[in-house]
């Protein structure tokens, strides 16, 4: 998993399953803003099962269209880590 920097952290990185709820929402929001910015939305499942295909992942939409934006997927599936990257580099590693 890639590590992250959150605000409030000193010199060292967290990795995302080590956040606090805390740490993770401000994260969330922090990728949520960037998505905003380059004109898309980022969306949560709402799954409440924990045990349920695709609880507590992701997916990248296009507001206007409602297109999903990551390898042309409906379906939520992206954790935040690769939401981040593709906000950032364009383009996930596989």
Same mark, same amino acid.
């Given at each position: 998993?890639?590590?992250?920097?959150?605000?409030?952290?000193?010199?060292? &990185?967290?990795?995302?399953? !080590?956040?606090? !709820?805390?740490?993770?929402? %401000?994260? !969330?929001?922090?990728?949520?803003?960037?998505?905003?910015?380059?004109?898309?939305?980022?969306?949560?499942?709402? &799954? &409440?099962? +924990?045990?349920?295909?695709?609880?507590?992942?992701? &997916?990248? %939409?296009? +507001?206007?269209?409602?297109?999903? %934006?990551?390898?042309?997927?409906?379906?939520?599936?992206?954790?935040?880590?690769?939401?981040?990257?593709?906000?950032?580099?364009?383009?996930?590693? !596989?």
């Amino acid at each position: 998993m890639r590590e992250v920097e959150v605000a409030g952290a000193t010199d060292e &990185r967290l990795d995302v399953n !080590e956040m606090s !709820e805390a740490e993770l929402e %401000v994260y !969330e929001n922090r990728v949520r803003r960037m998505a905003d910015r380059q004109g898309l939305q980022l969306q949560k499942s709402r &799954r &409440r099962d +924990p045990k349920a295909l695709g609880y507590g992942t992701y &997916r990248l %939409v296009d +507001p206007y269209n409602s297109d999903a %934006v990551i390898l042309g997927e409906a379906w939520y599936g992206f954790d935040l880590d690769q939401i981040d990257e593709y906000l950032e580099v364009g383009d996930l590693d !596989e």
